[in-house]
């Protein structure tokens, strides 16, 4: 974790190459909030996990891979939260921009059930349809705000 002057943030990065190809990173804590970029399905390597099945114009061709993507796509959340000593307790609004409004409600109400561990989970929630997502095997992108008790 890095301190830099100025607003005084901390920063935390998962290690991934896109990370430095775009230039950014996955968390900055100011004071007690912690917003988190956008999240995706990737392992500790970078490896995508769970790609959608791409069509012949490189476009994914089903979403049945959404449930898969959407869980570690939270992992990965939480993996950031810890950088900091937080949890998905902290989270008071998430973000889930998603190729198919449908595939996604179809398996967010499990997911993040499963995940937050509770039925309702105690956050604002927004779940916007996109054209289209950084990676084409990608699906679903989830960005975070949390604030420290």
Known sequence: ???TAQLERKTAVH?????????YYQAVQVKDVIYVSGQLSHDKEGNFVAP????????????SAMEAQMRQTYKNAISMLAEFGATLDDVVEETLFVLDVDAAFAVASKVR???YGRA???CASNLIGVSRLALPVQLIEISFRAVLK
């Not at 290690?15 to 230039?23: F, L, M, Q, S």
């Not at 959608?52 to 979403?63: E, R, Y």
């Open 120 to 122: 309702r989970p105690l």
């Open 15 to 23: 290690g991934v190459p896109w990370e430095d190809a775009y230039a």
């Open 52 to 63: 959608a099945t791409l069509d012949t114009q490189g476009k994914p061709a089903d979403f």
């Open 113 to 115: 059930s499963d995940m």
């Open 1 to 3: 974790m890095n301190t």
